[in-house]
């Protein structure tokens, strides 16, 4: 047994401050496996896999590697043993070239200068082992975001590498792009390269996993062979309860007013675009990283001016200025990226909530109190079913991914928005939080509030949409009424299938 | 294979945030350094007879309303992830203006005009930063070499004498000159303004992330000009002050004094990348200076030592901050 594992951990435990988050883990990593972890925010990934990758030492419990126990080790040191961690944000150098961002902290040397024609050939060879080219001489910057994580799984790959541990790879990468990190795996797993992969899909796990391993409140809820479980078994270990996929009923919204139309709209990323959304509908816009949907939500917000085509708003032609203009127009945006284009983690979660509102809430004048903005937090707290300490000063960064949309979504519910778009509303978001998003949505546009939902992920889709609009290379691809809406409508929309 | 097995139940981890936003949410602690200041005045009082007593503590103020007055701009503007390093200069740029006007146009009119000379400075800074959008440590590093030279050049050096303007040693109550009570007048006024008005709010917000700021509403680049009108503001009334409570003012009024209102800021443990911060760790921030400055001084230790210990504290604070996040982290 000890012979087909490479990393063997019994009993992990560790506490920060007064919190134990690791209560007694245990875990196998053999080589030439791919073992999928996953679990809620919080519960334990993160810490697990800094252990082992020696950015934290365990407080109790131990790690053998090839059969050894071996004691507490520093990051160089996992990485001279064969460990790489690649991380969910990209490190690179934006700044310098493709091949200096691969040899990035082990320059090649001659003497005491940097052998720069080795640097290529060896930046050279590290890219074509994961079957890419990239112009060696380009400025890192000018790359997409998939060919950057290349480049960092490239560097993370250099010298003998033994265990290789991905977080989140995909969360933020297009199809094709996470296709060819698939195939990079692969080449992995077959070189005998033990790997761990940390993920919040499930189609990840049983396209390229063989053992799949569920972290709950730190502790080991499910560990098995891929082949031997499902989907459902899965989820309900990471929740702790099954989740039943729940389809909005179909309702009838003819003879409701149409409040939000773009006509024949351009701006970059997307052109001739057409879309109506009535009173009280949830409109889906639905496709891959690149399609033009987080555009055309950026343009609804007024983030993005339209160059073509007009919007209009209750019928009657609107000019957005700005976000602020929109804002005063009664539309609210929550956007993709949440820590850096909504969070305020340094400030209260009441705050955060109150923002948009603050002229509202005001005494008078510009003069506002923390008592205003905790009132307002406490409306929409336990509405939006957000997990805190219930204080209402408690800072927005402390609460997980799931909580923290919450509290920005009630941002928008506070300041009375009767048109909201959001754009890749359960992204970083765990299992659960995401049924209960779900749940909110739908209840906001039986109270008439007019939802545009646009994701790269169907199951927000599919979830909540009255009308699914498919967009493919910046127009759109097809249209679908309510009673269509299902996962392969999707993807087949837009342009294949699920990436497998 | 062997099983995973979890080997002992516990309580479910809290909403727990990563290790790294943990570092990166701590707020470092005022309470901290009102101790060390407790411990100042201590060590003080027991090495001087004279430091423990109320004339010493109005003498304390007295020193520190020049800079608590340019420090409350400084606030506003480090929380909002600015910086105004032209303050020196503009203080100097303030008392030149009202020395050489004074005599002609008279008190009730200098005033006016030192106040638009001071504003001048902060709409020319904010213009920059926020209309033609260069940074601001590079916008302020001009405006400061710019301004110096200017007062200089217009000043041909001198040190002009200001008569007729001694506002600044009345003491109406208690024995407590008017700047004191200007300063804490401007610094409350400055807390309150942060703490409990959407201007303030906004500064924050903009401060801890401003992309975010923007798609919220907020006129992001409107409140930051503002914010350098402040510190402009500030500057008039500190060149006034200055300018009264020394009877002149001269090519080197105010050197350094953007770097001593700064130092105070981050003692009082804002942070220089927005968004944390506040005004009454500013007031500790100054008082820790002001006191150690007072103290070495009945000490008979030279000034020039003074620096030296100013700036040592300022690393070891930081220092000492920084070594306890990481102790609390293990």
Partial sequence: MTNDTFLRARGLRKSFGQVEVLHGVDLDLAPGTVTALLGENGAGKSTLVRIIAGDHHCDGGEIAIDGTVVDSYSVAQARRRGIRLISQEISDAPTLSVAENVVLGAWPQRGMRVDRSAMRREASEALQALGTELDLDARQDSLRLGERQIVEVARALRGESRLVIFDEPTASLSDAEAKRLYGVIESLTTRGVAVLYITHRLDEVFAIADRVCVLRDGKVALVTDVARTSAAEVVASMVGHSVERTRGAQRSLADAPVVLELTDASAPGFGGVNLAARRGEILGLYGKVGSGVAEVAEALFAIRHLEAGSLALDGTPARLRDPQDAIGHGIGFLPPDRARQAAFVLRSVAENLAAPSWRRLARWRGWITRAVETNAYRRWHDELHVRSTGDATQLLGTLSGGNQQKVLLGRWLEAGSRILVLSEPTRGVDVGAREEIYAVLRELAAQGTTLVVASSDYEDIVAVADTAIVMVRGRVAATIPHHDITVSALTEAAGGAIHV | ?330
């Fill in chain 2, 1 to 330: 294979m062997s099983e995973y097995t979890a080997t002992r139940s516990g309580a479910p981890a809290a909403t727990a945030a990563t290790p790294t936003t943990k570092r990166r949410l701590r707020i470092p602690d005022v309470a901290a350094l009102v101790v060390f200041l407790g411990l100042e005045v201590l060590v003080f009082s027991l090495s001087s007879p004279y430091f423990f007593s109320w004339d010493n503590f109005v003498n304390i103020f007295s020193a520190l309303a020049v800079t608590g007055t340019v420090a409350a701009g400084a606030t506003i503007l480090l929380i909002s992830g600015q910086v105004d390093l032209s303050v020196g200069s503009g203080v100097a740029w303030v008392g030149l203006v009202f020395a050489l006007t004074q005599p002609t146009i008279g008190t009730a009119l200098a005033v006016p005009l030192a106040v638009l000379a001071g504003l001048g400075v902060g709409l020319l800074n904010g213009l920059i930063v926020t209309v033609v959008g260069v940074n601001a440590l590079i916008t302020t590093l001009g405006t400061l070499a710019i301004f110096r030279g200017l007062t200089i050049s217009v000043g041909e050096g001198q040190s002009i004498g200001v008569s007729g303007f001694d506002w600044a040693l009345i003491r109406p109550v208690a024995n407590v000159p008017l700047p004191v009570i200007v300063v804490v007048v401007v610094l409350v006024g400055v807390g309150l303004l942060l703490q409990n008005t959407i201007y303030g709010r906004s500064i924050y917000a903009i401060g801890a992330n401003p992309d975010a700021a923007r798609l919220v509403g907020l006129p992001t680049r409107r409140n930051v000009f503002v914010a350098f009108l402040i510190s402009g503001l500030c500057m008039a009334m500190a060149g006034l002050t200055s300018a009264s409570q020394l009877g002149a003012t001269s090519g080197t009024t105010g050197v350094g004094l953007e770097l001593a209102a700064i130092t105070a800021v981050i003692l009082g443990g804002t942070s220089l990348s927005g968004g944390v911060g506040s005004v009454g760790g500013t007031v500790v921030g100054l008082l820790i200076v002001a006191v150690l400055g007072n103290g070495l001084t009945l000490m008979r230790i030279d000034s020039s030592w003074q620096q030296v210990a100013t700036g040592a504290l300022l690393i070891l604070a930081v220092s000492f901050d920084r070594l306890r996040a990481r102790m609390a982290e293990r």
